[in-house]
Every structure is written in structure tokens, then in C-alpha cells.
């Protein structure tokens, strides 16, 4: 389960930022296509928090759609997995939102 290191690199990350400060609140994004599980990255968040400054806060975890252009015919199309067919017929899609995982808002004490 490769969230579990994922999810001790968040909490690490945000201590930092807090400079000792208690964390009430972590808003994440990851995207639909990123091969993170939100749940894994839920149940992890407690126990890589215990004895941190995050202990008892709040994770919001946000899902980014996955979103591709055709490289073809330059339209978007919504993706569901990493790999997709454009209404024009072509495979040649080109990634362009659903791969990240963004720490997107701290709220300190």
C-alpha cells in the first residue's frame, strides 16, 4: 500500500509548514487518474497524525476528474481511466487534469 508512505510525506510536509502550530485542517486533491486511493489515504491520515501537530485534524481529501485533449482533433473529453477514445476516433489522448495529488489548504491554529 504505497498511501501509507504517500500519507507519512503529507503529514511531514504540513508539520513543516505549521512550524509547530496545532493543524485543524488539510484539503487535498487527487485526481481520479493519480492511482491513490482516497480511502487508503483516509485511514493512514490517523495513524501517521498520532503525535504530530495534525492529531485530531480534519482531512477533506478533493477528487479532480480525469481530463484528456485529442491530439488530433483538440478536443477534451472526460476520462475514467488513463487511456480513452475522442468521438473523433482517435486513442492519441494527451493527460491534462486527474494525475495530481496537491496539498491545497492548511488551516492553523
Not at 56 to 65: D, K, M, T, Y
Not at 67 to 79: K, N, P, Q, T
Not at 85 to 97: E, N, P, R, T
Amino acid at each position: 500500500m504505497h498511501e501509507l508512505g504517500i500519507t507519512q510525506n503529507i503529514v511531514a510536509i504540513v508539520s513543516e509548514y505549521a512550524e509547530g502550530a496545532r493543524v485543524q485542517r488539510v484539503v487535498l486533491e487527487v485526481g481520479k487518474l493519480s492511482a491513490i486511493l482516497p480511502d487508503a489515504i483516509e485511514f493512514c491520515f490517523d495513524i501517521c497524525t498520532q503525535g504530530t501537530v495534525l492529531v485530531g485534524a480534519i482531512l477533506e481529501i478533493r477528487e479532480v476528474p480525469g481530463l484528456g485533449r485529442c491530439r488530433d482533433c483538440g478536443a477534451e473529453i472526460h476520462l475514467d481511466k488513463p487511456f480513452g477514445i475522442c468521438s473523433c476516433g482517435s486513442v492519441q489522448l494527451d493527460l491534462i487534469a486527474g494525475e495530481e495529488l496537491k496539498i491545497k489548504e492548511i488551516e492553523i491554529e
